[in-house]
């Protein structure tokens, strides 16, 4: 059977540019990497092409299948569909107006993935023949694959502080709220403390930007240390870091910073160290019984901080 001439109007073609036309509509029907498969009128299987035979294995050729009800067509390759039953229904879709035109994606048992759509062809008045086009989606539906596990980790890199592995303060905001917002409903206190890396800027200077990210790397190794896993950590920029203490209801916050002190104390004491650690700390509350925001703890914290970095380098000028 010759393949659907797509011509708008071949009644006033001559015989020559009919058989052209023939000849090209034939010449891409067999050349085509699409699979395409036409049906008639009636629901039979009137031609495949060579990509269709290679799609779905005929091994003998179009002989196999022209002539076939399209259902008994399906039967044949009942086994390649992973979801038959559902194929065949949206197959019997696609057969209706509401599913012409639409494409569909289908996965097979052995991995691959075929897409395909139904386009009518045929003079207005008739009933058309149905195309049935199929075009192999693997390496597409593969990427789509790759890119569903991809995104996740993208996402949860951009909560990440690249240098020490800790929360950003995107990752830290993102984190910190819902804590906040359990421990009000669980009447569960906690603890924020905003920890400020002292002489970042003079490492910088006179050990160069490498000593000054080490500094940055070690103290994130020595809050990783002093904090439990379950409380929430974070470089929030420059020399800046905090901690959410997420159930503080037995914790002592000063003997919670005398750990801090003998962890940083512990680093410094490593032989072969260039510079020395000290840090700069300021507390915040969280009362379930008067809650405060992420924001204003912070504030709090920060406000705390400062005054007693002040306190300090007063101490240090007498």
């Not at 049935?132 to 990427?143: C, F, I, K, V, Y």
């Not at 020395?276 to 809650?291: E, K």
Request: glycine share 8%.
């Amino acid at each position: 059977m010759q393949p659907p001439v797509l011509a708008s109007d071949v009644g006033t073609s001559s015989p020559a540019q009919l058989r052209s036309a023939l000849a090209r509509a034939q010449a891409l029907f067999e050349a085509t990497p699409d699979g395409v498969l036409v049906v008639s009128p009636d629901g039979r299987v009137a031609a495949v092409n060579p990509a269709f035979c290679r799609m779905f294995g005929l091994g003998t050729g179009p002989s196999e299948v022209v002539g076939l009800e399209l259902q008994q067509l399906w039967e044949r390759f009942h086994a390649l569909f992973v979801d038959t039953a559902a194929f065949e229904l949206r197959a019997r879709e696609a057969m209706g107006a509401a599913g012409v035109g639409r494409r569909q994606s289908w996965p097979l048992t052995d991995g691959r993935f075929l897409e395909f759509e139904v386009v009518p062809v045929g003079d207005e008045g008739s009933a058309p023949e149905l195309l049935w086009l199929w075009r192999d989606a693997t390496d597409q539906a593969r990427l789509r694959a790759v890119e569903a596990l991809v995104r996740p980790v993208e996402q949860n890199l951009s909560f990440l502080d690249e240098l020490t592995g800790l929360f950003n303060r995107r990752g830290f905001l993102g984190h910190a709220r819902p804590q906040l917002d359990a421990a009000a409903r669980l009447h569960r206190p906690m603890l924020l403390i905003f920890v400020d890396l002292d002489g970042l800027k003079p490492i910088n200077d006179r050990l160069g930007h490498a000593a000054g990210d080490q500094a940055l790397v070690d103290t994130a190794a020595v809050l990783r240390s002093t904090f439990r896993e379950r409380d929430i950590i974070a470089r929030l920029g420059g020399d800046e870091f905090v901690v959410l203490v997420t159930d503080a209801s037995l914790v002592n916050p000063d003997g919670l910073l005398a750990r801090l002190d003998f962890r940083v104390q512990a680093m410094n004491d490593r032989p072969g160290r260039p510079f020395v650690l000290a840090f700069s700390t300021g507390v915040s509350r969280f009362d379930p019984g008067s809650p405060e925001t992420l924001e204003e703890l912070l504030s709090q914290a920060d406000r705390r901080m400062y005054r007693e970095k002040r306190r300090r380098k007063l101490g240090e000028a007498h």
